[in-house]
Nanobody, 124 residues
Framework: QVQLVESGGGSVQAGASLRLSCSAS????????SAWFRQAPGKEREYVSS?????????VYSDSVKGRFTISRDYDKNMVYLQMNSLKPEDTGIYYC????????????????WGQGTQVTVFS
């Protein structure tokens, strides 16, 4: 069993930056791929970015955040980060950290571990 706890959300003006953190506990986390999803009010949960369990992997991003967001993972500390730059109002939502056994996936249904989420609000 893996427990995930997100932090770092907040309310910022458009163009600002935020860094989200996801702290993971559980023996199996080191062998799981990680991802960030987000959910805006009234919308489906949306894939943001993911990074594999192995250190040589290349992160993957959705088109909507590519070039602005950077996912990273500290394999020693069991932490996953999402650096968000040039934030836009459409980035507003609850951001969730997720983990799954095996390779990366864009589908929320494929992730078995979820955090409680952290709110990000971007105002213009």
């Amino acid at each position: 069993q893996v427990q995930l706890v997100e932090s770092g959300g907040g309310s910022v003006q458009a163009g600002a930056s935020l860094r989200l953190s996801c702290s993971a506990s559980g023996r199996t986390f080191s062998s799981k791929s990680s991802a960030w999803f987000r959910q805006a009010p009234g919308k489906e949960r949306e894939y943001v970015s993911s990074i594999s369990w192995w250190t040589g992997s290349t992160p993957v991003y959705s088109d909507s955040v590519k070039g602005r967001f950077t996912i990273s993972r500290d394999y020693d500390k069991n932490m996953v980060y999402l650096q968000m730059n040039s934030l836009k109002p459409e980035d507003t939502g609850i951001y969730y950290c997720a983990a799954r056994t095996g390779s990366l996936s864009y589908s929320a249904d494929q992730y078995e571990d979820w955090g409680q989420g952290t709110q990000v609000t971007v105002f213009s």
